[in-house]
C-alpha cells in the first residue's frame, strides 16, 4: 500500500517535492538510507536486506529521484523472477528503464524525477505504460495515478476502498497545500513546514481507511504497515533527503542528504 506525493512546479526554485512512503511487513529486515551499493557509486537510499535493493534510490550528483511501488497486473513466474527493488537505483542512476526483460518483474509503477521532468512507468505483466506527468500535483498509488488497476487486479475490494479513501482525503489536501522551500540548512521542521504534518499522515489513525500511514495485522499473524516515509526536494542546484524510520513521530526525522 506504498504511497508517493509529487508536486511538479518547473518555475519553483525547488520544482519537484516528493513524500515517498513504504509499507511492509515490519518483520523485514532493512537498512538505514546510505550508500549502500559498491557497484553503484554516489546513489543513496534504504536497502532491503532481504532482496539488496531499495524502494526509493536518489542521485546526488544528477539531482534525481527514483521510487517503485508495486502494481497490479500478472505476476512474473517465480522460476527467473527479479526483484523490483533494483528498479529504483536503475531509474536514479540512469533516468531510464534501459534494457529490461520486464517478464521477469511483478507489476510496478516506477517514478524518475528530475527537477524539470517527472517520468511515471507501469508494467502490468503484460503492458508497459510511459509518460510524463504535467506540472501540478501528482498521487500515485498501487493502482497508479487514481483507482483503476490498470490490468488485471489482486487487490481485494477492501484494498481498493482504502487506496479510493487515501486519494479522496489527499489529493486536495496536496493541492491546497502551500509548497515549502527546502533548500539550505534547515532543519526537517523548517524546511518543510506546512509539509511536515502531511508527510506525517494529517493526524488520522493508522486504522483510519484514508490513512497515509498505517498499520494492521493479517490473518496469519504478521503486522503489515508503514515502516517508514522520505522527504526529497529536487532544484537544479541540489537535492535534499530528509527521512524517518518512525513515521507520525515529529522528533524522528534526520537529514540523509546533504550530510
Same mark, same amino acid.
Given at each position: 500500500?506504498c ?15 516528493a ?11 532493512w537498512d538505514?538510507p546510505a ?5 553503484r557509486?554516489?546513489? #543513496? ?14 542521485? !546526488?550528483a544528477?539531482? %534525481? ?8 497486473g #500478472? ?8 526483484? %523490483? ?10 533516468g ?6 520486464? @517478464?521477469?518483474?511483478? !507489476?510496478?509503477?516506477l ?10 512507468w ?9 509518460r ?21 487486479s489482486?487487490?481485494p475490494?477492501a484494498?481498493?476502498?482504502?487506496? %479510493?479513501? %487515501?486519494?479522496?482525503?489527499f ?8 509548497r515549502?522551500? !527546502? ?5 526537517? @521542521?523548517?524546511a518543510?513546514g506546512?509539509w511536515?504534518?502531511?508527510?506525517e ?17 493479517t490473518?496469519?499473524?504478521? #503486522?503489515?504497515g ?18 524517518t524510520a518512525? !513515521? ?7 537529514? #540523509?542528504?546533504?550530510?
Amino acid at each position: 500500500m506504498c504511497t508517493c506525493l509529487l508536486s511538479f512546479d518547473p518555475d519553483s526554485p525547488v520544482p519537484v517535492l516528493a513524500v515517498g512512503v513504504r509499507d511492509e511487513y515490519t518483520d523485514r529486515a532493512w537498512d538505514m538510507p546510505a550508500a549502500h551499493w559498491p557497484d553503484r557509486p554516489g546513489l #543513496v537510499g534504504g536497502r532491503d536486506r532481504q532482496a539488496g535493493g531499495t524502494w526509493l534510490a536518489v542521485n !546526488p550528483a544528477a539531482h %534525481r529521484l527514483g521510487v517503485v511501488l508495486n502494481g497490479c497486473g #500478472v505476476d512474473a513466474p517465480a522460476e527467473g523472477r527479479l526483484s %523490483r527493488g533494483d528498479l529504483p537505483l536503475r531509474a536514479a542512476e540512469h533516468g531510464d528503464l534501459g534494457a529490461l526483460d520486464l @517478464a521477469r518483474f511483478d !507489476p510496478f509503477h516506477l517514478v524518475c524525477a528530475e527537477p524539470d521532468k517527472i517520468r511515471l512507468w507501469t508494467w502490468t505483466g503484460l503492458d508497459l505504460t510511459d509518460r510524463w506527468l504535467d506540472p501540478g500535483t501528482h498521487l500515485v498509488v498501487n493502482t497508479g495515478l487514481d483507482a483503476t488497476c490498470p490490468g488485471p487486479s489482486q487487490i481485494p475490494e477492501a484494498a481498493l476502498d482504502g487506496i %479510493r479513501a %487515501r486519494l479522496a482525503h489527499f489529493r486536495p489536501l496536496l493541492a491546497s497545500t502551500p509548497r515549502p522551500d !527546502p533548500s539550505g540548512d534547515a532543519s526537517t @521542521a523548517a524546511a518543510w513546514g506546512p509539509w511536515l504534518p502531511l508527510a506525517e499522515g494529517d493526524a488520522l489513525s493508522t486504522s483510519d481507511p484514508r490513512a497515509l500511514l498505517h498499520r494492521h495485522t493479517t490473518d496469519e499473524g504478521r #503486522v503489515f504497515g508503514t515502516t517508514s516515509v522520505s522527504l526529497v526536494a529536487l532544484s537544479h542546484e541540489g537535492l535534499r533527503y530528509d527521512f524517518t524510520a518512525l !513515521p507520525g513521530d515529529p522528533t524522528a526525522w534526520t537529514r #540523509v542528504l546533504p550530510a
